[in-house]
Each structure stands twice: as structure tokens, then as C-alpha cells.
């Protein structure tokens, strides 16, 4: 399916024409009939003689019903701009061009109609060339909608409009701008609007965003696409969804559906604008994106660049389209690009100036997220938070790596090697008794956003890993030389009584206290059972030799007679072996060897 808005002046015959293409009443309120003025939005469709379905959203051209006119625009691809041959250009044409133009639409058709009632040549030739000049490049068709004069041919021209459009992503995230909310007996709530990207799906569990209220999760519980129940709708095409567990009061136009967890919400975006915006214009107005309308404060970086600040969050990304619209002067003031939908905070004197200059390579790019740009400027990004700003992540830009769920800017991840090298150093030197550092203190030291990251940032700085401290290859704990001797000859007692653990006036005497004795446990030279206990790293496997050899179950004091060993070593030795699971204690005074 294709989804065409119309556009044009007051009383031009959009409606007209749409019923004719469609043989369907757009209007669909009474008060509209009675005025014959199109209030509100329209809907009808067709299938082309190319086979193609396409739907209309018929908008209102009356200047007081403008924000529904951008409400049913905003969503659309493309646009039949229709001109009466009789009025010719009018303010309201004016108007919803400027509105065509800010939304950066290239593709549609002119239509004049009631060529009936005049010719329709100056009007052709006048309106194709304004048109064109804002950048739409269109057929254009002379139609009658009371005689059926021309609505042939205006078929013809739609069936190549619509063959010329952009394929949608079905893969895309779901982003669905609601225009119309309302209740059916026996179904519940339903919504409509122009699905532009993605697909859903019966059963789908969507985010409901709401304006001025907090967000709820809804199931899809049923789809209607040209009035017709589908199990699966893909973009782009206008649809119904039934959603459960919600009273329609709850849902109104401006509202979004959104593929839950997938989108970044921001309340700050920076937009190039075209036309630029004078200095002196208000610096409240009111933006326009999608069906949503809402008052937006306006900072001015540069003449073609700003600042937008949205009184809520909106589910944006790079490359999305705002109207900015003075509603005091009643006049399209321009169309905003996103150009970064996360962007720094602007803070100190001259930084507005200074991103402006940051903007302008990402405004050449026509608003395509440059995701090596994003990523140098915060240096790490999450890959779960690239793709909620709408970055691709399965080619990346040679300057970014991808570390798990990370990406890391070229120079980041150089810089994150040679600060912990250098941080290393320097505690080698400060703390030559434990020359390594925990994984937290490396972490933190470093200002890596994630633990996990660690390993290969020590690989890349020639540092290793290991029992969850991070270190200097072949550098162990060193200890004073008076310290050193005398830890060597208890040493070499323990190889010889390998269970008489030193007492604490021995480790006193020897200048082994605490700071010591962490540092010879983290070289691998001693064991600390508990802060007072020590014995060789070997102690626990030559005891479960002895151990094993021994009647099973065995007692405390048998363990003690065969390790030839005090009370004050053996139980914490059994404690230790019971942790490490190699024995098992029975009772209160039994243990036994694990087999």
C-alpha cells in the first residue's frame, strides 16, 4: 500500500476529488456535510489501474483547522497538492506549501481542478512552477471531479508517483504517530494512523507514549488494514489497531506507538532549518512532527542551525522532520532536520557557537545518522543505545570498534590502554608490597563504562588479568630486604613442617604484619587461613594426601595427630578444605574426604 496526503486552499475540491478517485466520502462528520467544509481528517483508498492500493488522508483547508492539516500530512510520504483552475493560488496554498517544503517532501502530483469551470492552463504553469521551486518535482493534471473529466489520466500520474517512491524497511522500528482514537462495541480501543516504518502484528506488545500522561504497554489485539482484518501490516500503510486492556479516553491524537525498548526519547534536539530563521523571531512556537503538536522554545546556534526544547520527551532520531510554526502571525515559519537527538548540554559562554561548528559536517549529510561522529564525540556508546538513536550497527565505520555490547571510539580505546599502563606504573611504584590492582580500582582508574571490558584493554596495554586483579607481567609483590630474609626462612621451615604454621610473635618478630603478608599471599609465596594462620600454597594438597589415607570418617583430633599439627592450624585448614569442597563435615566432630 501507498499513503498520499492532499494539500491546497479552502473549498479547491480536495474532498471532491477524493471521492471521485475513491468513490468513498472522506468526510465522515456531520457538521462537515452541513458546512461543506472539511473539519477534520479524511480517509478513503483505491487500487490504481497498476494494481496499486493507495490510501488518502483527505486534510482540511480551512487556515483554523491548520493543525490538523499537519496532522495528517506530517506522517505522509507524499502529497497531491491540488489547486482549483478557477481561484488559482491562494493563501491557504501558500500556507500548506511551506508545510510541504519544511517536511522536506520531494515526491507527489498537482492536481487542478474544476477545470469545468476555466481553463486550467495559467493555473497549471503558475502552480508547477511554485511547486517546483520548492522542491517538488510532480506531474501535473487538469481534473474535473463533477464531469470525471481527467481523473484517468490523474490515475496514470498516482500509479507512477507511487511506483517511484522509496521502499519502505520492513525491519524497521515501529514508530506510529496516532491521528484518530475511538471505542467499538465488543473490540475495545481502537487507533489509526500511517504506519510509515516497520511491521505489526496481532499479538505485537507495543509502548504507548502519551502526552502529559506516563506511558503504558498495550497488545496488539487486532489489525484492520482498507477495512479489511489482517494478521500482519508492514509500512507503509494506514491502519487500525485494536489494542487491549486501554479505554480509548486515554489514547488522543499526538500520541505514539512505538516498538517497546527501541527508541530514544528526548525532550533536546539540534535541527538545521530551512529557510533560516531570523534572530528576531519568537523564540516559542509550535512544532509540528508527526500528529503532534506542541509548544517548543527555539535557541538560535547559527543562522541555519538551533536548538529545539520540547516541554516532554519525544521518540526522535537524525534525519526526522519538525514544522516550527508561529501561530501569532499564522504563517510556516520552517521546516527543522534532526540533526542529533542526544546532544550535549550547553553550558558555558561560546558553546553555542562551538556546536555549531560541531553540526555543520552532519548537516551536509542531508540528516543521515553518522554514527563514527556520535561515537568520537562521547567516545563510548552503548550498541542498545546506537540503535535507539537510530544508527545501523552491523557495518561499522573503520574508527569504530565493537567490544561486546560497546562501541569505542579508535581513539578512546588507545587512550584507555595507555592510562591504565601509566596508572599501573605508578602503583607499582607507590605499592611495590601489591603491585597489581583490583578489576573495580583499574575500572574506575581508567574510566571504562563496563568491568567487562578490562581483559582486552589489558591485552592492549601488554598487562594480564588474572584472579581478578589486573598487573604488570613477571612483576610479583617485593618486600623489604630484612623482611624478604626472613620470609624465606619461614619458607623453608614450612617445606620442611609443612602444618606448624608460624605463631604470631614469629610473623611479628619477622616484620611480616598484615600489609606483609597481603603482599606475599598475592605473589603466591603464602596462604593466610585466617589473618594470623599462614602456611605454604601447597598446604592444602599435601594435607588431602595425608587425609585420604585415613579411616573415613576421621575426627578433628585424628586429622590433628596425622598432619602432626596444633588445633590453632587444623581447624582452619579443615574449614578450608570443607570450602573448597574437597571434604565433607558430618556432624559436630566427623568429617570425611569427598570421593
Not at 475513491?22 to 457538521?31: H, L, M, Y
Not at 525532550?267 to 512556537?285: G, H, I, K, N
Amino acid at each position: 500500500m501507498h499513503v498520499l496526503a492532499t494539500a491546497g486552499h479552502v473549498d479547491h475540491g480536495k474532498s471532491a476529488l477524493v471521492r471521485a478517485l475513491t468513490g468513498i466520502e472522506p468526510d465522515r462528520w456531520e457538521e462537515e456535510h452541513r458546512r461543506g467544509l472539511t473539519i477534520d481528517l479524511g480517509y478513503a483508498w483505491t487500487t490504481l489501474p497498476t494494481g496499486a492500493e493507495v490510501a488518502f488522508v483527505d486534510v482540511p483547508g480551512h487556515q483554523r483547522f491548520i493543525g490538523n492539516m499537519l496532522a495528517g500530512l506530517g506522517p505522509a510520504p507524499a502529497v497531491v497538492f491540488v489547486v482549483a483552475a478557477d481561484e488559482g493560488w491562494r493563501q491557504q496554498s501558500e500556507e500548506h506549501l511551506a508545510a510541504v517544503r519544511a517536511l522536506g517532501l520531494r515526491h507527489g502530483v498537482l492536481a487542478v481542478t474544476r477545470s469545468d469551470l476555466a481553463d486550467p492552463t495559467a493555473t497549471l504553469a503558475d502552480a508547477r512552477q511554485r511547486l517546483e521551486s520548492a522542491g517538488l518535482q510532480c506531474e501535473a493534471v487538469a481534473v474535473s471531479a463533477r464531469t470525471g473529466e481527467g481523473i484517468g489520466e490523474l490515475k496514470d500520474a498516482l500509479g507512477r508517483l507511487v511506483a517511484a517512491l522509496p521502499a519502505p524497511d520492513p525491519e524497521a522500528r515501529v514508530r506510529l504517530w496516532v491521528d484518530r482514537s475511538f471505542t467499538i462495541r465488543g473490540s475495545g480501543t481502537v487507533v489509526t494512523g500511517t504506519l510509515g516504518q516497520g511491521r505489526v502484528a496481532v499479538g505485537d506488545h507495543l509502548l504507548l507514549s502519551r502526552a502529559g500522561d506516563s506511558d503504558v504497554e498495550v497488545t496488539v489485539r487486532g489489525l484492520q488494514s482498507l477495512e479489511q482484518p489482517r494478521e500482519a501490516v508492514g509500512a507503509v500503510a494506514r491502519v487500525a489497531i485494536n489494542l487491549r486492556g486501554l479505554g480509548a479516553e486515554h489514547v488522543r491524537r499526538g500520541d505514539v506507538l512505538l516498538a517497546a525498548g527501541r527508541w530514544h526519547r528526548t525532550s533536546v534536539v539540534d535541527v538545521t532549518l530551512d529557510p533560516p530563521v531570523a534572530r528576531e523571531a519568537p523564540a516559542r512556537v509550535m512544532a509540528h512532527v508527526g500528529t503532534l503538536a506542541l509548544e517548543t522554545r527555539v535557541r538560535p546556534l547559527s543562522e541555519r542551525l538551533a536548538r529545539l526544547t520540547f516541554p516532554r520527551p519525544l521518540p526522535l532520531q537524525a534525519g526526522d522532520r519538525v514544522i516550527l510554526r508561529d501561530p501569532g502571525a499564522q504563517t510556516v515559519l520552517a521546516g527543522a532536520r534532526v540533526l542529533d537527538a542526544d546532544p550535549p548540554e550547553l553550558a558555558r559562554r561560546g558553546a553555542a557557537q562551538r556546536r555549531a561548528t560541531e553540526l555543520a559536517p552532519l548537516a551536509e549529510r542531508d540528516g543521515i545518522p553518522d554514527l563514527a561522529h556520535e561515537v568520537h564525540r562521547r567516545g563510548v556508546l552503548a550498541v542498545a543505545d546506537a540503535v535507539a538513536l537510530g544508527h545501523a550497527v552491523d557495518a561499522l565505520p573503520a574508527e569504530v570498534l565493537r567490544r561486546g555490547q560497546w562501541l569505542v571510539d579508535e581513539q578512546t580505546w588507545q587512550g584507555w590502554s595507555t592510562t591504565l599502563k601509566a596508572v599501573l606504573d605508578e602503583h607499582v611504584k607507590a605499592h611495590p608490597m601489591q603491585p597489581t590492582l583490583s578489576l573495580e580500582a583499574a575500572r574506575a582508574a581508567t574510566g571504562l563504562p563496563d568491568r567487562e571490558l578490562l581483559p582486552e584493554v589489558a591485552a592492549a596495554a601488554g598487562l594480564e588479568v588474572a584472579g581478578g586483579r589486573v598487573g604488570i607481567p613477571g612483576v610479583r609483590a617485593s618486600l623489604e630486604p630484612g623482611v624478604e630474609a626472613a620470609l624465606v626462612q619461614i619458607e623453608q621451615r614450612l617445606a620442611a613442617h609443612p602444618f606448624t604454621a608460624p605463631e604470631q610473635h614469629e610473623l611479628d618478630a619477622a616484620g611480616l604484619g598484615p600489609r606483609q603478608l597481603a603482599a606475599a599471599e598475592s605473589a603466591g609465596r603464602l596462604l593466610r587461613l585466617t589473618p594470623e594462620v599462614v602456611l605454604l600454597p601447597t598446604a592444602p594438597a599435601r594435607a588431602m594426601r595425608v587425609l585420604a589415607g585415613m579411616a573415613q570418617p576421621f575426627t578433628t583430633s585424628e586429622a590433628r595427630l596425622a598432619l602432626e599439627s596444633t588445633r590453632r592450624t587444623v581447624i582452619p585448614l579443615l574449614e578450608h578444605l570443607d570450602g573448597r569442597g574437597w571434604t565433607r563435615r558430618l556432624d559436630g566432630s566427623h568429617r570425611e574426604v569427598r570421593r
